[in-house]
């Protein structure tokens, strides 16, 4: 059974949605990550692309406990070039789970959900589909608007409740980045064609 902490709900829909995801033969990476300031961004992978979904992944995973800060902007753009890297298809699904607060000492506020927001456009622009979820906290939909943007984003109040949410989430993610990427493609276009006329 889950317990009441946000950080148990957090590590059951990860792992719910990293076994469904490996049952149906994709390919699954998970990390977490903490910070205590802009110079120290630590990135914990629990399973590498390359590595088995098996005992020491979920030991990994169920032995994190929560410590220091929340620099989210950071850790979605590790994900995102380790996607860039690693991910070996054009399919590419970024599913960040948190409780929805950009936070660290100097980055709080609207600082701190902008960088989160413009992280996860940078990320959509080069075709991954981004997912957040916020579980087990209580983060008002205004809040979320605020960090993740555009991007695909729910908040569940239990892990149980990812099954009602999970597919159409992979659905619009998939959908809206590769729009995304179509259109940033298109104004790289125009602006070296522009680059050309003027030269």
Known sequence: A??????????????????????IGARV??????SQGRTSVQ???????DEPLGREAWH??????PRAYTRLGAAIRHASRTL?????????????????FAYDHGYEGAYGQADARRALTEARRRGIGCICLSVGAVTDAR???????????????????????IAPMFRYALHSAAAQRRRAQRRARTHLDSKRTTT
């Open 29 to 34: 990476a998970l990390y977490g990550f903490r």
């Open 143 to 165: 809040a979320l608007r605020q960090v993740f943007g555009s991007a695909a984003y729910a908040s569940l109040g239990r892990a149980d409740q990812l099954p009602l949410v």
């Open 43 to 49: 990135i914990l992978p629990f399973k590498r692309f």
């Open 60 to 65: 990994r995973l169920s032995s994190c406990t």
């Open 2 to 23: 889950v317990g009441g902490t946000v950080h148990a709900h957090q590590q059951a829909a990860t792992a719910r949605v990293a076994r469904a995801l490996h049952e």
């Open 84 to 100: 860039d890297r690693e991910a070996a298809t054009s399919r590419r699904v970024l599913l960040v789970v948190s409780d929805g």
